[in-house]
């Protein structure tokens, strides 16, 4: 069973940084792409980053320069360093195994102006 748990979320003002964490579990992580999702008040949900197994990544541009994302095929984990926080980064944030359909919770992450 394919199983997802993101966690590192919370509230930071403009300018700050956080770090993102997801940890996977029921399939060889080292061998799948992840990416991190976004979903914002109102909106859809938007792709943010990726990283493939050999370790390609990839962001959108809202991000560029300000994110980055790694994984750790030892810990089945995937993260998202966060810095230079704007009001428009709030939103829940997803992080996914680009081959399958199973999303994890979400983690919330509220920038103050």
């Known amino acids: 069973q394919v199983q997802l748990v993101e966690s590192g979320g919370g509230l930071v003002q403009a300018g700050g940084s956080l770090r993102l964490s997801c940890a996977a579990s029921g399939i060889i992580f080292s061998l799948n792409a992840m990416g991190w999702y976004r979903q914002a008040p109102g909106k859809q949900r938007e792709w943010v980053a990726s990283?493939?197994?050999?370790?390609?990544?990839n962001y959108a541009d809202s991000v560029k320069g300000r994110f980055t994302i790694s994984r750790d095929n030892a810990r089945n984990t995937v993260y998202l360093q966060m810095n230079g926080l704007n009001h428009e980064d709030t939103a829940v944030y997803y992080c996914k195994i680009l081959a399958y359909g199973s999303w994890g919770q979400g983690t919330q992450v509220t920038v103050s102006s």
């Open positions: 990283i493939t197994s050999s370790g390609v990544k």
